[in-house]
């Protein structure tokens, strides 16, 4: 992509109220999400459900934006991708994690992944993982709020990752130019399961700001 | 892992009825998830979406699997992954992908991914591509109803993979003893955005069986 991301901005006061109102609430759809997959109710009970979720949705879509998310807020100048599958506040995909970036320039990130990031049986789908360390890799390798985009990922899987509570790592290796390198893991309470190491790219418009 | 998976036996009518039931049950709230990340209605709205979807899933949960959904039912002796986040019938997450395998033994796919996929404004999130690349690869490198589980996986993004309709392919390049080495790709109708190879092991209890 070539075209600068414009960012519609908000005040602070205002990403409060929004966060207020739509964190808990994507959290009631995640719940349904994992019900959804868990359930063993009756057939009747299932098919009223079905109808209560579309007179919901029905609701919900009667002013909607035309097209995905986007990443349309700014506070302090940083985008707020609330659509994200990964970190996305509105998005009941997304876990959602949580990433903080400490004095030594790693990001970490404790999550827990439950029945819907299922692929072998208690285990989280390899492909669940790509995503997680995409991300974290990705987050890692914008440090000074210069986006970045994954040019090559490489995940090695160590063992099984179990479904429940883990924990991530991502750290920038080193800078080439425009090239910066990351590494990362992600670990269960016995340790790393699986490993990644990725080149992302800073894009030509961010380059030309310096 | 080295357990056997085991599977619970059902005949082709009850499969055949559970998916009545669950497909279009599952494909409410997938309807449902992307107007969650849509939605522009008013507080109030949203306030009273929030209560209704807290009713259904009480009522959902009243009676449900303890942990994930597994991969329970089999039917001609292959497992159905129900709650698969990338092909799973019951997981609203899941696009969901169905994959067919030509006689040229190719893994193709024609799939759909809208607002609950994006990374980059419009564009997929890399590490969706990566989770779909994942799980397809796998698929082509487990032909024969072997199970394989990914070792290694690559993806190279060469430009970036526009929301909207999409294709997949992967097949196997080769075999080394347990090791099945696959290659894939995504493309939109420009033509490829990422490419995938991996390489996906034959677990121990598998081999045992020949």
């Known amino acids: ?9 908000i005040t602070g006061a205002e990403f409060d109220r929004q966060k207020a109102l739509y964190e808990p609430f994507t959290q009631s759809v995640r719940e349904l999400l ?17 109808a209560a979720i579309e007179a919901v949705t029905a609701r919900l879509r009667a002013k909607q934006k035309d097209g995905p998310y986007g990443v349309r807020y700014a506070v302090d100048g940083r985008g707020q991708a609330w659509g994200n599958p990964v970190i996305g506040v509105r998005n009941p995909m997304a876990p959602p994690l949580v990433i903080t970036r400490g004095d030594d320039g790693i990001c970490r990130s404790e999550f ?3 029945a819907a990031y299922e692929g072998p049986p208690a285990h989280v789908h390899g492909g669940i993982c790509a ?14 709020n210069k986006p ?6 490489t995940c ?3 063992r ?14 080193r800078v080439e130019g425009v090239k910066t390198f990351a590494r990362g893991f ?7 399961t699986v490993e990644a190491d990725g080149v992302f790219i800073l894009p030509v418009w961010a380059r030309e700001v310096g």
């Open 34 to 50: 994992d019900a959804t997959i868990r359930t063993e109710v009756d057939e009747e009970t299932v098919r009223e459900a079905h």
């Open 156 to 158: 090695r899987y160590l």
């Open 160 to 173: 099984g990752t179990p479904l429940g509570e883990l924990r991530a790592e991502a750290y920038i290796e």
């Open 112 to 114: 827990t992944l439950g």
């Open 186 to 192: 992600i670990a269960d309470a016995e340790g790393t």
């Open 131 to 144: 995503l997680v360390l995409d991300h974290l890799l990705g987050e890692a390798a914008s440090s000074g």
């Open 1 to 9: 992509m070539r075209e600068k991301f414009t960012y519609e901005p």
């Open 148 to 153: 970045t985009f994954t040019g090559t990922i």
